[in-house]
């Protein structure tokens, strides 16, 4: 039902006292190794709610990419679109200080190598999946050849994370574009205005059939240019541990939604208990929530 075309990353996280300075060398503690990625979040966060759930994806042929590997296929995704080899899995080298402040470097390895030829050979899956869910941890030219690749009836979901300069192509194929407060500012540049009742109409006006803003604790905007509504839709008031990993959950969530047949605001009502539930649990893929845990919110 839903195909996630996207990055698939380990996250190396070491705990420091103070970051290091330039030219110093710090004592952390234990590495610790988690499967991550903006792709495989979504697509483990969806198998985990019970979506019929496949990836699309490159790793290397290391221990990082079987990592990531039989995280997804324990969570039932399809991995037969995860495709090996041509540079070591991406990954994200993090320090964390007690504060919780972090310094990331991002290797995309793999990430960098899925290519639109890649896309071209899972034209099968592609005309598969009712939605499919693409961020920008890939590169643009493989995100632009799934846009063009989907089939007539197949939604587009799109996450630009990390923010980047969107081809109108992409820009039109979005429904909806989803975006935290820093990507909705980005793409907006100057222009922007204040707060996000006047980004939703902004954004759309880009060319997105509709545009979904998160709002962290306050839940989610949705603006949808079929109907000319413009809807908040509140998050559960929880005790936040971890954010980590909320907006892939959200979109996760959305996506699976719609392509069962939800319009986007159902679809985003469940997305945003769906975020606010992985934000009651430390990390990313580790705090995905299954349907149970969601309902008990
Ligand atoms: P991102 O992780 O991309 O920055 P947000 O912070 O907007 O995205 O979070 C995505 C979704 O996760 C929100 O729409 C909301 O449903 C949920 N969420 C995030 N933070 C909280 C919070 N503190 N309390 C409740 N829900 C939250």
């Given at each position: 039902?839903?195909?996630?075309?996207?990055?698939?990353?380990?996250?190396?996280?070491?705990?420091?006292?103070?970051?290091?300075?330039?030219?110093?060398?710090?004592?952390?503690?234990?590495?610790?190794?988690?499967?991550?990625?903006?792709?495989?979040?979504?697509?483990?966060?969806a198998a985990r709610l019970?979506?019929?759930?496949?990836?699309?994806?490159?790793?290397?042929?290391?221990?990082?990419?079987?990592?990531?590997?039989?995280?997804?296929?324990?969570?039932?995704?399809?991995?037969?679109?995860?495709?090996?080899?041509?540079?070591?899995?991406?990954?994200?080298?993090?320090?964390?200080?007690?504060?919780?402040?972090?310094?990331?470097?991002?290797?995309?390895?793999?990430?960098?190598?899925?290519?639109?030829?890649?896309?071209?050979?899972?034209?099968?899956?592609?005309?598969?999946?009712?939605?499919?869910?693409?961020?920008?941890?890939?590169?643009?030219?493989?995100?632009?050849?799934?846009?063009?690749?989907?089939?007539?009836?197949?939604?587009?979901?799109?996450?630009?994370?990390?923010?980047?300069?969107?081809?109108?192509?992409?820009?039109?194929?979005?429904?909806?574009?989803?975006?935290?407060?820093?990507?909705?500012?980005?793409?907006?540049?100057?222009?922007?205005?204040?707060?996000?009742?006047?980004?939703?109409?902004?954004?759309?006006?880009?060319?997105?059939?509709?545009?979904?803003?998160?709002?962290?604790?306050?839940?989610?905007?949705?603006?949808?240019?079929?109907?000319?509504?413009?809807?908040?839709?509140?998050?559960?008031?929880?005790?936040?541990?971890?954010?980590?990993?909320?907006?892939d959950a959200f979109t996760?969530?959305?996506?699976?939604?719609?392509?069962?047949?939800?319009?986007?605001?159902?679809?985003?009502?469940?997305?945003?208990?769906?975020?606010?539930?992985?934000?009651?649990?430390?990390?990313?893929?580790?705090?995905?929530?299954?349907?149970?845990?969601?309902?008990?919110?």
């Amino acid at each position: 039902d839903l195909l996630v075309v996207g990055s698939a990353n380990a996250d190396l996280v070491i705990g420091v006292e103070r970051r290091p300075a330039p030219g110093e060398t710090v004592l952390g503690s234990d590495l610790a190794v988690h499967p991550g990625g903006k792709g495989a979040n979504q697509s483990l966060a969806a198998a985990r709610l019970g979506a019929r759930t496949a990836l699309l994806a490159r790793v290397g042929d290391d221990d990082h990419g079987r990592l990531l590997l039989e995280t997804q296929r324990a969570a039932g995704v399809d991995t037969d679109g995860v495709l090996v080899g041509g540079a070591p899995t991406g990954v994200a080298l993090i320090t964390v200080d007690p504060s919780g402040d972090n310094s990331i470097v991002v290797s995309p390895g793999a990430n960098g190598r899925l290519t639109p030829e890649d896309v071209r050979v899972a034209a099968p899956l592609l005309a598969a999946a009712r939605v499919i869910s693409v961020q920008l941890e890939i590169p643009l030219d493989t995100v632009a050849e799934t846009v063009r690749g989907r089939g007539p009836d197949t939604r587009l979901v799109l996450n630009p994370s990390p923010p980047a300069p969107l081809p109108d192509e992409v820009l039109a194929a979005c429904d909806p574009l989803v975006v935290n407060e820093h990507e909705a500012r980005y793409i907006l540049g100057e222009d922007a205005g204040e707060g996000p009742h006047a980004w939703a109409p902004a954004l759309l006006a880009l060319g997105p059939r509709s545009v979904v803003i998160t709002l962290g604790a306050a839940g989610a905007l949705v603006a949808d240019s079929r109907t000319g509504s413009l809807d908040h839709l509140v998050s559960p008031k929880v005790e936040a541990l971890d954010t980590t990993g909320a907006g892939d959950a959200f979109t996760a969530a959305l996506a699976w939604r719609l392509g069962r047949g939800d319009d986007l605001r159902e679809a985003a009502a469940f997305a945003v208990r769906v975020g606010a539930a992985a934000v009651t649990a430390r990390g990313a893929q580790e705090s995905f929530p299954t349907l149970e845990e969601v309902d008990a919110l």
